[in-house]
Structures are given as C-alpha cells and as structure tokens.
C-alpha cells in the first residue's frame, strides 16, 4: 500500500524560486523539494541516492509545496492556477508576500518568510519508505533549503510536523490540476535544468505542459497525470 509523508513547512527566511518564465514563482515546486532532498540522500550515503539522477524515476514522488493558510488549509486554485482562498477561514493568497532585496551589487524580488507549505512526499514503492524516513527526520533536525542561494541564509524551511498515512489511488473522470502536467499535447514550453551527477553543471530538458489549473476530463486512475511525475509534475484534485 502506497504511503504519503505529511507535513507542514514553515519559511524561516525569505526565498526566492526561479520561475519558468513570468519572474517568480509564488512556492516551492515538487522539483525544487526533490532536489533538495537529493542532496540529504548523497550527503548520508542512502541507498536511495542513486534514484534521484533518474528523473523518469516515480517511486517516490515529490509535490508541489502548495501554500496552506493561518488554520492549516491548503488554499484552493482558480482556473489560472492561481492560489485565491482558504475554504475555511476565508484567509487570501497575495502578492504583498512579496518583497524587494537590495545588495550592493543587484535587488530581486523574494517571498517573505513565515508562510506554511504543505510537505507531501508519496513513496510507492516502499523498499525507499525507510530512506524516506530517514530524510524527513533530517529535514526536522536541520531545516531544509530551498530557493535560489543568493546568499547563506536564504530559503531555509523548518518541518513543523509530520506524519505517514495509507494513501489510496484516485479514480475518476473530472480533475482540476494542482500542478502542471508534462504530456505531448501540451501548448506550453517549460524548461528545467538537471543536475549532472557530480559536479556543478546543469543539463537542461525541454517539457511540453498543461498548466495548473486546468481543468481535464478523462477518466484516469493514479497518482498524477503526464511524465516526470516523481518531480511534481501533474498532480490531480477530483471536482
Ligand atoms: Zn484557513
């Protein structure tokens, strides 16, 4: 029976996420916590290092770390997947989040520190489950980076809580996407970069996407829609 990690992810600093394209991206992508945990895999010589240069790879897959509000509710997405509201206190998703960096030598725009992001992390095949573990404990020990390091203690998130639970495949046929989709009928072009195993160069992958948001029939069965799914890539939510 699949697993999923859950959990609640606090900014302790402010970050910033390189974006695809439209400046920055308002949270961490499912990538961006897989990347991330990557690293934690190589740095503690986990058997499950390896897994994390095959981006095909989807036995564990890594969700977006969608914002949730004051009571802990994810917020919901309109039809341009953009955050809007918490269903239950009505708290709103903004853009006075933002905020202007200046150094002496260049100024961006980073999210502020404080928000919570919902942590899920679902290992289908279970021979990783304990590695997994092994990881999150990590990441409650020390925090988590995430985010472009423009400098030392940039992006830093520290795990608020977490837990494993059974989780069951959905079936059905209307769905909303919580994440973008990689599928070849795609009318959007993303590029992401991939970390060449030991040492510092990036490969880059082009990726046809359905956006977030969108909103698809078909009838499905499964975790999440499209390739590249151990990313973060296509997550679904039944309408
Ligand atoms: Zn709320």
Known sequence: MPKEIIGILQAKTGFSIPAAENGIELYPLGRHLRGACGYIALDSDLTIADKFTDLNWDGVIFRDLIPVSRCDFQYEMDDRGVLIQCPEC???????????????????????????????????????????????????????????????????????????????????????????????????????????????????????IIPRGTVINKQFSGFALGTYTGLGFGEIDPL
Do not use: C
């Not at 795609?186 to 990036?202: A, C, P, R, V, W």
């Open 90 to 208: 009505g708290d709103m998703y903004d853009l006075k989040m933002l905020k202007t960096v200046r150094t002496m030598t260049t100024q961006y725009k980073e999210i502020r520190e404080g928000r919570k992001y919902r942590l899920s992390i679902i290992v289908q095949d279970e021979d990783y489950l304990n590695d997994i573990q092994k990881i999150v404990n990590i990441m409650k020990k020390t925090g988590i980076r995430l985010g472009q390091m423009k400098n030392s203690g940039h992006g830093l998130f520290v795990l608020r809580g977490w837990e494993i639970d059974d989780i069951d495949v959905y079936s059905g046929k209307n769905w909303r996407l919580l994440s973008d989709a990689v599928m070849p009928e795609g009318q959007k072009e993303i590029i992401i970069g991939k970390k060449i195993e030991k040492s510092d160069s990036f490969d880059k992958i082009r990726l046809r």
